[in-house]
Protein backbone atom coordinates (compact mmCIF):
# COMPACT_ATOMS: atom_id res chain seq x y z
CA UNK A 1 0.00 0.00 0.00
CA UNK A 2 1.11 3.76 -0.63
CA UNK A 3 -0.26 6.49 1.36
CA UNK A 4 -0.54 10.32 -0.46
CA UNK A 5 -0.37 13.50 0.90
CA UNK A 6 -0.44 16.68 -1.26
CA UNK A 7 1.06 19.92 -0.37
CA UNK A 8 1.41 23.03 -2.06
CA UNK A 9 -2.11 24.43 -3.20
CA UNK A 10 -3.29 28.38 -2.24
CA UNK A 11 -4.27 31.45 -3.33
CA UNK A 12 -2.67 33.14 -6.38
CA UNK A 13 -3.41 35.46 -8.94
CA UNK A 14 -4.22 34.56 -12.49
CA UNK A 15 -0.95 34.27 -14.45
CA UNK A 16 0.96 33.15 -11.21
CA UNK A 17 2.56 29.60 -10.24
CA UNK A 18 2.36 27.15 -8.01
CA UNK A 19 3.97 24.09 -7.54
CA UNK A 20 2.18 21.01 -5.80
CA UNK A 21 3.58 18.07 -4.30
CA UNK A 22 2.29 14.36 -3.61
CA UNK A 23 4.57 12.92 -0.81
CA UNK A 24 4.28 8.80 -0.66
CA UNK A 25 4.48 7.02 2.15
CA UNK A 26 6.57 3.26 1.92
CA UNK A 27 9.59 2.20 0.00
CA UNK A 28 8.19 0.81 -3.46
CA UNK A 29 7.07 4.47 -4.60
CA UNK A 30 9.25 3.79 -8.04
CA UNK A 31 6.41 1.00 -8.49
CA UNK A 32 3.67 3.20 -9.09
CA UNK A 33 2.48 5.53 -11.87
CA UNK A 34 1.33 8.58 -10.84
CA UNK A 35 -1.29 10.87 -11.79
CA UNK A 36 -2.72 14.42 -10.51
CA UNK A 37 -6.64 15.17 -11.14
CA UNK A 38 -9.05 17.98 -10.32
CA UNK A 39 -12.64 18.59 -8.92
CA UNK A 40 -13.94 21.89 -9.24
CA UNK A 41 -17.08 22.37 -7.51
CA UNK A 42 -19.87 21.01 -9.28
CA UNK A 43 -17.93 19.05 -11.47
CA UNK A 44 -16.78 16.01 -11.79
CA UNK A 45 -12.91 14.85 -11.08
CA UNK A 46 -10.73 14.86 -14.10
CA UNK A 47 -7.31 14.31 -15.21
CA UNK A 48 -4.35 16.76 -15.24
CA UNK A 49 -1.42 15.02 -15.67
CA UNK A 50 0.19 11.51 -15.35
CA UNK A 51 3.82 9.97 -15.48
CA UNK A 52 5.07 6.55 -15.53
CA UNK A 53 7.51 4.80 -12.95
CA UNK A 54 10.51 6.12 -13.41
CA UNK A 55 9.25 9.79 -15.16
CA UNK A 56 10.14 8.56 -18.62
CA UNK A 57 6.37 8.80 -19.80
CA UNK A 58 3.97 11.71 -18.88
CA UNK A 59 1.14 13.26 -20.46
CA UNK A 60 -1.36 15.79 -19.83
CA UNK A 61 -4.92 16.74 -20.72
CA UNK A 62 -5.52 19.22 -22.77
CA UNK A 63 -6.49 22.23 -19.83
CA UNK A 64 -2.55 21.56 -18.47
CA UNK A 65 -0.16 21.84 -22.08
CA UNK A 66 2.00 23.83 -22.51
CA UNK A 67 1.09 25.30 -18.83
CA UNK A 68 1.80 22.41 -16.19
CA UNK A 69 5.19 20.25 -15.92
CA UNK A 70 4.96 16.78 -13.99
CA UNK A 71 7.54 15.86 -12.50
CA UNK A 72 8.92 13.10 -9.82
CA UNK A 73 11.78 12.09 -7.48
CA UNK A 74 11.61 8.51 -6.58
CA UNK A 75 14.43 8.92 -3.79
CA UNK A 76 12.58 11.69 -2.73
CA UNK A 77 8.90 9.73 -2.68
CA UNK A 78 7.60 12.77 -4.19
CA UNK A 79 5.47 13.74 -7.45
CA UNK A 80 5.55 17.49 -8.35
CA UNK A 81 3.16 19.37 -11.04
CA UNK A 82 4.44 22.92 -11.65
CA UNK A 83 1.87 24.93 -12.63
CA UNK A 84 2.42 28.06 -14.60
CA UNK A 85 0.21 31.02 -16.55
CA UNK A 86 -2.58 29.80 -13.68
CA UNK A 87 -6.20 30.93 -14.96
CA UNK A 88 -9.12 31.28 -12.82
CA UNK A 89 -10.55 28.16 -14.53
CA UNK A 90 -7.71 26.73 -13.25
CA UNK A 91 -9.69 27.02 -9.40
CA UNK A 92 -10.21 23.12 -8.04
CA UNK A 93 -8.89 20.88 -5.24
CA UNK A 94 -6.01 19.25 -6.97
CA UNK A 95 -5.27 15.20 -6.19
CA UNK A 96 -2.68 13.35 -6.90
CA UNK A 97 -3.27 9.26 -7.06
CA UNK A 98 -1.13 6.26 -7.29
CA UNK A 99 -1.72 2.65 -9.09
CA UNK A 100 0.55 0.03 -9.74
CA UNK A 101 -0.64 -1.36 -13.23
CA UNK A 102 -2.93 1.62 -14.65
CA UNK A 103 -1.28 3.94 -16.51
CA UNK A 104 -4.48 5.97 -17.90
CA UNK A 105 -6.15 9.17 -17.74
CA UNK A 106 -9.55 7.64 -15.75
CA UNK A 107 -9.60 8.41 -12.20
CA UNK A 108 -11.48 5.65 -11.36
CA UNK A 109 -9.18 3.21 -12.16
CA UNK A 110 -6.14 4.49 -9.55
CA UNK A 111 -6.14 2.63 -6.40
CA UNK A 112 -4.80 5.45 -4.13
CA UNK A 113 -5.32 8.46 -3.49
CA UNK A 114 -4.42 11.36 -1.78
CA UNK A 115 -7.07 14.10 0.32
CA UNK A 116 -6.68 17.26 -2.41
CA UNK A 117 -5.05 20.54 -1.59
CA UNK A 118 -7.24 23.20 -2.77
CA UNK A 119 -5.79 25.52 -5.69
CA UNK A 120 -7.92 28.96 -5.87
CA UNK A 121 -6.74 31.65 -8.83
CA UNK A 122 -8.13 34.87 -8.41
CA UNK A 123 -8.45 36.84 -11.87
Known amino acids: QVQLVESGGGLVQAGGSLRLSCAAS????????MGWFRQAPGKEREFVAR????????SYADCAKGRFTVSRDNAKNTMYLQMNGLKPEDTAIYYC????????????????WGQGTQVTVSS
Open 51 to 58: ISWIGRSV
Open 97 to 112: AADLKYFGPRPDEYTY
Open 26 to 33: GRTFSSYT
